[in-house]
């Protein structure tokens, strides 16, 4: 691939991938044996080891200047690119006061909306992250399509909550006196003493010094501050897992990397304002404005009919999302990935190797079988794994990813959703609904009907006290409709050929018990209920109109729902994966999760090991290990399975005495009960020394080479051309040039291109589309009316172009001055 890192208008980092197809094959699995990964903290030291062979490829992402030069320069050492990185300023909104009596101005909603025009996003990107960063105000990512579909309300907000220090002061003093502190000596004090603000900035990259840059902003506003420099690792207990009312930070210095290329961000305001998706004890203490929370709700679950209700939900959550400001977004990062040369594997364009569950499947190092390759991350093993409420970093993630499997696979040049376990889906959608299917998906028939009614039989809910499901016509016995129906056929070698890596084969037990607990845990008459669950669990109920199993052995059901999404794909429903953002378990082994938290002694969620002073359950290491092992003997001697007057029906004796003995044997040979049924399998955890090693799981059906075909993503160049001076009346027209690698991009790759005009003061004066002329270009028209409605002086114009082979937008620009 080419050595240069390609700025796209020094607005998005185009993402460029080095993976080789190979040769057919016999081999399953994996190209490799085993792999290794290391926790190395420093990008520079890692780029070091990469030099030296001691690590293969650094699997964090890094805006770090010298060391992606030092990069550039080696010609043993090449990167991916990726733009899902972003860097916020969380802060901690409880109060007004915490547990001891401190005043907490971040508990003033006005005082964390001033905080948006107290940092300069420009200065941070130039001169913070050296210019491999861009402005970020809002969730959404710039490079994603959501930012384009809204981009003239995103350009207005920018402009609104742009730098601004006195605006920021005046709106915090306002609140400050109204809180009831008092400025002494340009210091504000409550109480008598000085209100110190807690600066809790993460050690290992930029966001050290966006610490330090944020006291200083502070401070000049009448703070004082104090900056506790940690890894994320050592933050985490504190701003995560903490009771936020015990006052021990103010601000984090936070880091998110999108996983995929997202399609539709709805979902990020339920993530970011709401209690709804995150059980930590921060997001439980939320109070999210009452609209921002009915939006990002409606937005979640999709309640609008056509594209314009959603552009207007999506532009008043984004106001309400800056009046909120749980957290305040800085920069996206235009970030690389280090890696030896020889190294390939599949890395998704917004969230790298670490976003991607094909990495496993992928990485090899040049045309080797077997042998071991070392990944190096900033962090290794943060927080306890397990699928129901375990940890979520991306820096677990990884290794999570390559022990499990789904029934389908994210394309990580688009986002969309390819088959894997999945063989089709027949897909209906309510009349005039907004959903539609990309080309080459001819396992998706999409149909659309005015009335899609649910079958009396399918199930509506889970009934937590009875242990039973109660059916549509019990829960509405006068009948209900459904937005979507999408009717999943797995392969019919589903059964036969899916594996637990201790040797069970997947039964219908694992798709059962998992879906139960999505709605038991939210239940107070759940023995294992937890109120971090309950939100979660209102959303899910609020759409879900209904599952009905067709047929085990093939396995086929249809899933009826109030929820759907643009992309036809992404309707579908896995409930051979229910649970996969926490990774994936077994129904044997989530029996003894559930045996440890009924007994108090393990917890799921992090905020319920925090109430029941519980240990936070891990599978893969830990004090967890010792008191799951009890439950198994317990579950062993009793022939345990949960939900046992439901599953009777479903699973046989001899199944859960097999089961039972397998997780013994497991467990006495690994020393954990990290089981998973992907690639590669979890040979051993070791929490002190940071280290985690896989290796090849030789009983996985599929081929190695299966997911050969991501080669390099068509990431669309754009260049933009037309006069320098437009007369006031007259037609301008401006040609867009887009191609990718010198060779003319075809119009039908193109989904749009989208246009604005930007005034001198940053104002949208003008919108619109271009229109195709011939492959590689297109044309931009103003009209004499359009050009006379400009203010005269100086004027931009934004070119946004959207391809359909890849994900992610491309923007080009043009200057030009209006003459009267």
Avoid: C
């Amino acid at each position: 691939m080419s050595r240069k890192l390609v700025v796209v208008l020094s607005l998005v980092l185009v993402v460029a991938l080095s993976f080789s197809a190979f040769a057919a094959t016999d081999r399953k699995a994996t190209w490799i044996d085993e792999v290794i990964i290391v926790q190395e903290t420093s990008v520079n030291t890692a780029i070091s080891r990469l030099q030296a062979g001691d690590i293969d490829i650094w699997a964090s992402s890094s805006s770090d200047v010298t060391a992606f030069n030092a990069v550039v320069n080696d010609p043993n050492l090449d990167f991916f690119q990726v733009f899902g990185s972003y860097t916020e300023i969380t802060f901690n909104p409880v109060g007004p006061k915490f547990n001891d009596g401190r005043l907490n101005p971040l508990s003033s909603r006005r005082i964390r909306e001033a905080t948006n025009m107290l940092i300069d996003r420009d200065y941070i990107a130039q001169e913070i992250y050296g210019g491999l960063a861009v402005p970020k105000y809002t969730l959404l990512n710039s490079s994603f399509v959501d930012y384009a579909r809204v981009v003239e309300k995103a350009r207005e907000l920018e402009l609104k909550y742009a730098y601004n220090l006195e605006a920021a002061r005046a709106i915090i003093e306002e609140e400050m006196t109204a809180m009831g502190a008092e400025l002494v000596n340009g210091i504000w004090h409550y109480d008598g003493k000085p209100i110190e603000i807690k600066v809790l900035a993460r050690s290992e990259d930029e966001r050290a010094a966006l610490g330090d840059y944020f006291a200083e902003q502070l401070e000049k506003v009448g703070f004082t501050t104090s900056i506790d420099y940690r890894t994320g690792a050592e933050a985490s207990p504190i701003w995560m897992m903490g009771d936020p009312w015990n006052g021990e930070w103010h601000v984090y210095t936070g880091g998110w990397l999108a996983p995929v290329v997202y399609r539709d961000q709805g979902h990020i305001f339920n993530q970011m304002y709401t209690r709804r998706t995150m059980t930590q004890p921060l997001w439980q203490a939320l109070e999210p404005i009452p609209e921002l929370d009915e939006i990002s709700d409606k937005l979640y679950r999709k309640q609008f009919s056509t594209m314009e209700e959603r552009k207007a939900l999506y532009e008043r959550a984004l106001e309400l999302a800056f009046e909120d400001s749980p957290r305040i977004f800085v920069v996206d990062q235009t970030a690389f990935i280090p890696r030896r040369t020889e190294i390939a594997v599949a890395s998704d364009l917004a969230g790298g190797v670490a976003g991607t569950g094909l990495w496993p499947s992928t990485i090899r190092r040049g045309n080797e079988v077997g042998g071991v390759v070392t990944i190096g991350q900033q962090q290794v093993l943060v927080e306890p794994w397990n699928p129901v409420g375990g940890s979520n970093w991306t820096f677990d993630q990884l290794p999570m990813r390559a022990t499990f499997d789904r029934g389908f696979i994210t394309d990580p040049f688009t986002g969309n959703y390819v088959p894997h376990r999945i063989a089709r889906m027949d897909l209906t959608v309510r009349e005039g609904l907004p959903v539609s299917k990309s080309p080459g998906s001819d396992w998706v028939e999409l149909n659309f009907a005015e009335k899609i009614e649910v079958p009396g039989d399918a199930w509506a809910e889970w009934d937590a006290a009875n242990q039973r499901w109660i059916t549509v016509a019990e829960k509405w016995p006068e009948g209900v409709t459904a937005e979507r129906k999408a009717v999943m056929y797995y392969r019919d070698d589903l059964w036969k050929t899916a594996k637990w890596h201790d040797g069970s084969p997947a039964s219908i037990a694992d798709v059962l018990i998992p879906f139960i607990i999505s709605f038991d845990q939210g239940m107070e008459a759940s023995p294992i209920y937890d109120p971090a669950a309950v939100a979660g669990l209102q959303t899910l109920l609020a759409s879900f109109r209904g599952l009905k199993i067709l047929s085990v052995d093939p396995f086929i059901y249809e899933y009826y729902s109030d929820a759907w999404y643009l992309d036809a794909e992404q309707n579908l429903s896995d409930l051979y994966a229910v649970m996969y953002n926490y990774g994936k378990q077994p129904w044997h082994t989530l029996a003894l999760g559930i045996l440890a938290e009924i007994n108090g002694e393990l917890a799921f969620t992090a905020s319920k090991a925090n109430t029941l002073d519980a240990e936070w359950l891990g599978y893969q290491s830990g004090p967890s290990l010792p008191i799951l092992d009890k439950w198994l003997d317990y579950a062993i001697e009793t022939n345990y399975v949960p939900y046992a007057e439901f599953m009777k029906d479903w699973i046989t004796e001899e199944e859960i005495a097999s089961r039972y003995a397998n997780a013994k044997k497991w467990y006495q040979e690994k020393e954990h009960f990290w089981i998973g049924d992907g690639p590669m399998y979890l040979e051993r955890a070791y929490p002190v020394e940071k280290m985690v090693h896989l290796k090849r799981f030789e009983d996985y059906s599929e081929p190695a080479d299966k997911w050969a075909i991501y080669d390099e993503p068509r990431v669309a160049e754009v260049e933009v051309s037309g006069p320098a001076r437009v007369s006031s009346g007259s037609e301008a027209v401006f040609e867009v040039e887009i191609t990718f690698k010198g060779e003319a991009y075809r119009i039908e790759d193109i989904n749009e291109v989208k246009f604005l005009v930007l005034d001198a003061a940053g104002n949208v004066a003008l919108s619109g589309q271009g229109e195709g002329v011939v492959d590689g270009l297109f044309q931009i028209v103003l009209t004499p009316e359009q050009t006379a409605s400009l203010p005269v002086g100086s004027n931009t114009l934004d070119v946004i172009v959207l391809p359909t082979l890849v994900g992610g937008a491309t923007f080009g620009s043009h200057t030009f001055v209006t003459l009267p």
